[in-house]
């Protein structure tokens, strides 16, 4: 992965449907913001504002559907229409580093929940982290890459509550 990416998709963009979104905040579409959308980090939808998605910091677990952002920092496509690509539905197989190591080893189910990135900044964002009891498991680990903090997932045709 290229040092500015922060999730890329390995196998299976062919089975997913990448659809683009209004937000609620389009400020976060604006790379000179503090603390910028990244690809990578999951949105849901915001019940306030029917249609658009939000970022859902500060709600742990994610008990709610969220999707992964397919979109590059600072496109201008995206800071014209206040739009950002998701990934709706369709498995595939990625790379994140938008997520929480911790005690994470090979099979782990995977929620989403809020995680601190980049490490050692305080930037919260939501992103993948060991699945615990009564969060929705979207997806499970396939790789670990320490070294360069890359965690590569599949995720799952199904939504399991763990």
Known sequence: MHPSVHFDIKRGRQYCTIASVPLTDITLLDPTTAAPLLDGEWLTYDPANPGKLMQDVGTN???????????????????????????????????TKIYTPGALVINDFLMVNDVTYPAGSALTR???????????????VIAIDATNGILTFQTLSGWIVA
């Open 61 to 95: 677990p994610a008990v709610v559907r969220t999707f992964c952002v397919d979109t590059e920092k600072g496109r201008s496509e995206t800071q014209v229409n206040g739009m950002t690509d998701i990934i709706r539905m369709g498995e595939y197989q990625g790379n």
């Open 126 to 140: 939501r992103g993948l982290v060991k699945a615990t009891s009564g969060g929705f498991v979207v997806a499970q």
